[in-house]
């Protein structure tokens, strides 16, 4: 259970940064010139690290599967902030998931 915990609280602390870059963009940032570049260029890297996950986990790459889904996370939270979802919203559809 501790490895959970840790997780939200990485995943916390990656969504409030995303966060403060779209409230306070910061010149060389990478998300803020993402963000800045609009919701096309954000949703094309969440289809690129999408099919980049899919070959590596179709090629058996572990280490590349482990890489290629934290980018796809990386780049699907850029997407929730962008579009001003939040993570508790996210939370709550899985909770209704789980007891559906």
């Given at each position: 259970?501790?490895?959970?915990?840790?997780?939200?609280?990485?995943?916390?602390?990656?969504?409030?940064?995303?966060?403060?870059?779209?409230?306070?963009?910061?010149?060389?940032?990478?998300?803020?010139?993402?963000?800045?570049?609009?919701?096309?260029?954000?949703?094309?890297?969440?289809?690129?690290?999408?099919?980049?996950?899919?070959?590596?986990?179709?090629?058996?790459?572990?280490?590349?599967t482990i890489?290629?889904a934290?980018?796809?996370?990386?780049?699907?939270?850029?997407?929730?902030?962008?579009?001003?979802?939040?993570?508790?919203?996210?939370?709550?559809?899985?909770?209704?998931?789980?007891?559906?």
């Open positions: 259970m501790p490895a959970v915990i840790v997780l939200e609280d990485v995943i916390d602390e990656v969504f409030m940064v995303l966060e403060d870059r779209k409230r306070n963009p910061r010149s060389g940032s990478y998300v803020s010139g993402l963000m800045g570049e609009g919701l096309n260029a954000i949703l094309m890297k969440v289809e690129e690290e999408s099919g980049e996950l899919v070959l590596a986990a179709k090629d058996s790459d572990r280490s590349g890489h290629e934290a980018d796809l996370l990386f780049h699907t939270l850029v997407l929730l902030v962008y579009q001003g979802i939040g993570l508790e919203e996210v939370r709550a559809e899985l909770r209704r998931r789980r007891q559906g």
